[in-house]
């Protein structure tokens, strides 16, 4: 920032073509953003509740300072009032404007384009009066606080704004998760979330194609085959031996299940994979194991912004909020805050096996009771809320891409429950969240079951088998590890004696 020369002062003036860019777009947002919540009135005025009236207030104002503003102008022929410097316009308007963001993030979430709308409107009626009047006020203020206050605040926005921007162009090069974005395409999600065959250990193998399996050879003729695809619940937290995928090649006692999988996936990344890796593989059956925690929502939809400024003022997508929670959530279970997932030693050193691998009743738990609480509650609301159902038709759309990709090839489906669904305990603590009481608990099964088979695609709905467990000495059934929401090694047993039964159709 330049400092002012001495005498400046007195020869300096606002420029007035940076005045009348303020104040034109000032008004240009006023009387847009007016526009519009006329036409949403109805809307806005659930949103803002008490605040709508000197919402509208505030735009009327917005109106009258540019409108008054530009004509004070044309009267003074294009001369402002006196200002310290040419850009104080200008960088007032940038202020403003980043503020009206940070009241955006902090308090309109989720990202709503007529809010954010109103909100610049507001900050640009501010800029206006700002534009006509600041220099004014400016003189009257000690000449080192003024400038304290222009740089601390430049320093911020060029921070929050330069920072925002840096980040970006790191994560356009990284393949960390860490930067992982909704925003992006699905290839990349995919590329992120991918493992790596360094990754691998002697009980949890995983193949040169970055999937948890042994390496797939070329297709042996009168060998079954099916391929698999899924999310976390592919990769596990058991030693490859216990999982799902392997535990149905016992049963069944000939043939391979290639289980196609990495975390963080939804099913429009498993469209990717299906046509990508796992129609290579020339399997006799596709089965895509759909996890009703969080794969009733696709990635695409939340990856296509309604607008340019959504990836910018969404607090979901902002690097410069979510790295950090990010980096805090890693720290925090590093230090045993939200207790740690057994270690890699203790799943895959197959001399001294974890105990809770054959008594569940010794396992520690994943989360706090506060955070598993949070994820419940979360998910049981999005999938089990009557009046905020998911986007069934894109699921649908989806899963019906999948089928024609398929061709000839068989395709199933295999519904995986969230915890709740099974312990009784987990789903009194998903209801007594907001709404609980109206939660209907199965609703996801009922609606893709019934939608499965009017579509004639097979179905593997593992609930009633998981239900059918009965419970241990503490009167719970111990399927999931404990506040973890995955499978544990009885979960995986008990899936894959189903996966088993499910595929033998297939296997001769």
């Known amino acids: 920032m330049l400092a002012v020369m001495p005498g400046a002062r007195k020869r300096q003036g606002a ?23 006329l036409r949403n009135r109805v809307a806005l005025r659930v949103i803002f509740a008490g605040t709508y009236a000197p919402l509208m207030a505030g735009l009327l104002l917005s109106v009258a300072a540019s409108a008054a503003g530009l004509a004070l102008l044309a009267r003074r022929r294009g001369a402002p009032p006196p200002a310290w410097r040419p850009s104080l316009p200008l960088r007032g308007a940038l202020y403003l404007l980043v503020g009206a963001a940070a009241v955006d993030l902090a308090w309109l979430q989720p990202y709503r384009s007529l809010v954010t709308l ?14 006509l009047e600041g220099g004014r006020a400016a003189r009257r203020l000690p000449r080192r606080l003024v400038l304290g206050l222009d740089f601390g605040l430049f320093a911020a926005c060029l921070l929050a704004v330069g920072g925002e921007l840096a980040l970006r162009a790191i994560a356009a090069r990284s393949t960390s998760p860490l930067f992982a974005q909704t925003s992006e395409s699905v290839l990349d999600l995919v590329a992120r979330a991918r493992l790596r065959p360094e990754q691998s250990t002697p009980d949890s193998p995983v193949n040169s194609r970055g999937h948890p399996d042994e390496e797939w050879g070329p297709r042996v003729p009168g060998v079954p085959r099916a391929a698999t695809i899924g999310d976390s619940f592919s990769v596990g937290i058991v ?25 963080g996936l939804a099913p429009d990344s498993y469209l990717h994979l299906l046509v990508t890796e796992a129609l290579p593989l020339q399997p006799d059956v596709v089965i895509v194991d759909l996890f009703v925690g969080n794969d009733l929502h696709l990635d695409s939809p939340r990856g296509l912004p309604s607008d340019w400024l959504e990836p910018w003022l969404d607090v979901d997508r902002l690097l410069l909020l979510k790295i950090p929670r990010r980096l805090l959530s890693v720290a925090r279970e590093q230090e045993g805050d939200l207790g740690a997932l057994p270690g890699p030693a203790a ?3 197959a001399s001294s096996p974890a105990p809770w691998l054959t008594d569940p009743l010794l396992e520690p738990p994943s989360f706090t009771e506060e955070a598993f609480a949070r994820l419940e509650q979360r998910r049981a609301r999005e999938a089990c809320l009557p009046d905020e159902p998911p986007d069934w038709d894109a699921l649908f759309a989806c899963l019906l891409e999948m089928r024609r990709a398929c061709g000839t090839t068989p395709f199933g489906v295999m519904l995986i429950p969230d915890e709740f669904q099974v312990e009784d305990a987990t789903w009194e603590l998903a209801r007594a969240g907001v709404d609980g009481e109206r939660f209907d608990r199965d609703r996801p099964q009922r609606v893709l079951t019934a939608w499965l088979a009017e579509q004639g695609i097979p179905c593997l709905d593992l609930l009633p088998a998981l239900l059918r467990v009965p419970p241990l000495a503490d009167g719970r059934r111990h399927l999931y590890h404990l506040r973890d929401t995955h499978f544990n090694a009885r979960g995986n047993a008990v899936a894959g004696d189903e996966l088993a039964q499910f595929l033998r159709r297939w296997w001769g």
Do not use: K, M, W, Y
């Open 118 to 131: 109103v909100c610049f409107a507001v900050a640009g009626g501010a800029a206006a009066l700002l534009a």
């Open 239 to 263: 030693p490859h031996r216990l999982h799902f995928t392997t535990v149905a090649e016992r049963r069944l006692g000939r043939g391979e299940v290639c289980n196609l999988g990495s975390i």
């Open 15 to 37: 420029g007035p073509l940076s005045t009348a860019v303020v104040l034109l777009g000032a008004g240009g947002l006023a009387v847009a953003a007016l526009v519009a919540v």
């Open 347 to 349: 799943r895959t050193d």
